[in-house]
């Protein structure tokens, strides 16, 4: 056993545990640790994950506030000094706010703190104005940056879904990742810093839940590797509503973040955010599909060259679907009384030039297109919509992307109908469980992705890792989406060398490939996007592929394209 370092003589209040890697340990004040064996391991675990590192947090085990300090001062030492000692809050606040200020730190919503402290979203909404008024700030995103600044992210942690430091998950969760190896030795360079920012919605459950946790995984991976070229890669998580979009958007620009990855937020709101954040040239990356969005920056490379879409636009889904049900009506798996389709198109992407393209992809299809009509994003009325949809007695009726709640409405409304008509969604059905949630109600629905899981050697060893990570299924999109996003960031900071030489790095999004998860990322679409095969390239190495499945007893039938052998 190595010798253990001699402590200092503790303050009132402190103690202290040295544990040496290969041997037990001892502390200053021997009941307190046998009363925590939980400090104990932690201790121990750090020797695997903070080679040479420090970390401080702050324990709240017993309603006591106590701060936790970890060192492990190298490899070779072979030793870990824990100290605890008791202290004041920082900033004045109560342990509930210190909880949901973690939360919130963490990437969480108002609705998953509720349901992760059991208690009512107003009570968290009460918290967290008091939380801003202690912390005199204005947006989630500065409550995190001091929350990390004053290392006050809190034990235990309030729920593992939550995305924090890798180096402070991976002594405390132990659902985390995989560590970093113990032989890497930390990089003394600048960090690399990458936000990820998701909206707070009916999808924060299930979509975003499963996009933050792909890119938590895609950053662990990344750490476990040694970082981006030997630097750190920090990791700023938040969640927002709408509102507050623009403004946390510029908190992380004062923080001088390095690059963005966007949840799915509505285009007037998503617009000036992504101009701000353009301004200071950050490489922003999402996977929102408005035509109009990629249009935009295509029309204004100086106010918007700085974002980048690494998928198809909604523009992909109807050509997709009736191509799909063509090479299904030649199999004799389909059959249409008069190929007559119905399209309902969200009001937030309905553009100018909707109705001409839609009536030119049905045309080009074999389609007679009877009806297309706008519809609010968050609609539950569909009552005088469904009367003149059995008007119309389409064949096919085909939904772009609606939040969860709105998809199960019109599917309510509209379950006469499906008696003469296929149902086909957009996205939505990919979020984790959604056969589950809907059970009857998703039954033979038809529904289809332009970026999702395909099958390959990497993607099948994404989804295990996923599941061994959080003991839960990735969903067949949106976690892998938001892991290839983070790992094509990391690439192109690699190859530009400072990730915030922010010149270099969109250039090589712009010229550079990667395959991912959810296959080929090249930006050559129109508006710096991606490309959707077979609709707008010939070649699968240079898009993603139009996913479309059937719901069938429950589980997603993949029709295209076929699964291979």
């Not at 199999?331 to 190929?339: D, P, T």
Request: with cysteine.
């Amino acid at each position: 056993m190595r010798k253990l370092e001699e402590s200092s003589t503790p303050s009132p209040g402190s103690r202290r545990w040295l544990q040496p890697v290969d041997g037990q340990g001892s502390g200053s004040d021997p009941e307190f640790f046998a009363s925590r064996p939980d400090l104990v391991l932690v201790a121990r675990r750090a020797a695997h994950v903070l080679p040479g590192l420090s970390l401080r947090y702050l324990d709240i085990t017993g309603n006591t506030v106590r701060r936790v300090s970890l060192d492990v001062p190298d490899a070779g030492r072979g030793v870990v000094r824990l100290d605890v000692h008791d202290t004041e809050a920082p900033f004045g606040l109560t342990i509930r706010e210190l909880e949901v200020a973690t939360c919130v730190a963490g990437g969480l919503g108002n609705q998953e703190i509720a349901t992760v402290l059991s208690c009512s979203r107003r009570t968290v909404a009460t918290h967290l104005e008091h939380v801003f008024a202690k912390l005199g700030v204005r947006t989630r995103a500065s409550v995190a940056t001091l929350i990390a600044a004053e290392d006050a992210y809190v034990s235990p942690l309030p729920t593992s879904a939550l995305v924090l430091p890798p180096a402070l998950l991976g002594v405390l969760d132990d659902e985390e990742p995989a560590p970093r190896p113990a032989t890497s030795r930390p990089p003394a360079r600048r960090p690399a810093i990458l936000a990820s920012v998701y909206p707070v919605g009916p999808l924060a459950d299930t979509q975003v839940l499963a996009m933050r946790r792909g890119a938590r995984l895609a950053v662990g991976e990344i750490s476990a590797r040694g970082g981006v070229s030997g630097r750190e890669l920090e990791h700023v998580t938040v969640s927002v509503a709408p509102d507050e979009l623009l403004s946390t958007v510029r908190d992380l620009m004062e923080r001088g973040v390095d690059g963005i990855v966007f949840g799915n937020f509505p285009l007037p709101v998503t617009l000036p955010a992504l101009a701000a954040a353009n301004a200071s040239g950050t490489p922003v990356l999402h996977s929102m599909t408005g035509q109009a969005l990629s249009e935009r920056v295509r029309a204004d490379p100086a106010g918007l060259g700085a974002v980048f879409q690494v998928c198809s636009t909604e523009s992909a889904y109807v050509p997709g679907l009736l191509r799909t049900v063509g090479d299904l009506e030649d199999r004799g798996a389909f059959r249409s009384r008069r190929r007559r389709l119905a399209v309902l198109q969200r009001e937030s992407t309905f553009d100018p030039g909707v109705v001409e393209r839609v009536q030119r992809q049905a045309d080009y299809a074999g389609w007679e297109l009877v009806f297309l009509e706008s519809v609010a994003d968050a609609a539950l009325d569909f009552s005088d919509i469904v009367s003149r949809l059995e008007l119309a007695d389409p064949d096919l009726v085909s939904l772009s992307i609606f939040p969860e709640p709105t998809l199960r409405a019109f599917l309510e409304a509209a379950a006469g109908l499906r008696e003469s008509a296929t149902f086909h969604a957009a996205w939505s059905p990919a979020a984790p469980e959604f056969s589950r949630r809907l059970g009857g109600l998703s039954e033979g629905l038809l529904w289809s992705t332009v970026i999702g899981n395909v099958d390959s050697p990497l993607c099948t060893a994404f989804e295990q890792r996923f599941r061994a990570a959080f003991r839960a299924d990735p969903g067949p999109a949106a976690a892998a989406v938001h892991y290839d996003m983070v790992n094509v960031l990391a690439q192109a900071w690699s190859r530009a060398s400072r990730p915030w030489d922010f010149v270099a790095v969109r250039e090589q999004l712009r010229t550079s490939a990667s395959f991912g998860v959810t296959g080929a990322h090249k930006f050559v679409g129109r508006g710096q996007r991606g490309l959707s095969y077979p609709d707008e390239t010939g070649d699968p190495a240079s898009g993603h592929p139009h996913l479309i499945y059937r719901i069938t007893g429950g589980s997603h039938q993949r029709l295209a394209p076929p699964l291979a052998g």
